[in-house]
């Protein structure tokens, strides 16, 4: 069974840092996406990060780049989200996924092909 398990999610104060894990299990990252999402209660699911175990680069959302970075260890099958300068409006649970997208991150409906994803973790910053 295929399961990805997010962790690290907590209460932090604003200007704080936190690194969120995603283990993924029965899985290999074979070079597809790989995506960290965020979801505000009652609002619409955003890509916040996208790359692969294979590229050399990751995509950004605006509202993350310069504060966040991506990174991944294929033996462990984890990738990692490290959030630096914690404002308020990151406040949301976090989500990883995979898949392969037919378009790039910034396009509407990325994360409706992505296959598998984990259940979340919540993200609180404090102002």
């Known amino acids: 069974e295929v399961q990805f398990v997010e962790s690290g999610g907590r209460l932090v104060q604003a200007g704080g840092s936190l690194r969120l894990s995603c283990a993924a299990h029965g899985f290999t990252f074979d070079g597809g996406a790989i995506g960290w999402f965020r979801q505000d209660p009652g609002k619409d699911r955003k890509v916040v990060s996208s790359?692969?175990?294979?590229?050399?680069?990751?995509w950004y959302a605006d509202s993350v780049k310069g504060r966040f970075i991506v990174s991944i260890d294929n033996a462990e099958n984890t990738v990692y989200l490290q959030m630096n300068a914690l404002k308020p409006e990151d406040t949301a649970v976090y989500y990883c996924?995979?898949?392969?997208?037919?378009?790039?991150?910034?396009?509407?409906?990325?994360?409706?092909?992505?296959?598998?994803w984990g259940k979340g973790t919540l993200v609180t910053v404090s102002s």
């Open positions: 996924a995979t898949g392969r997208p037919p378009f790039p991150p910034f396009v509407s409906g990325y994360g409706d092909h992505m296959h598998y």
């Open positions: 790359t692969s175990s294979s590229a050399g680069t990751t």
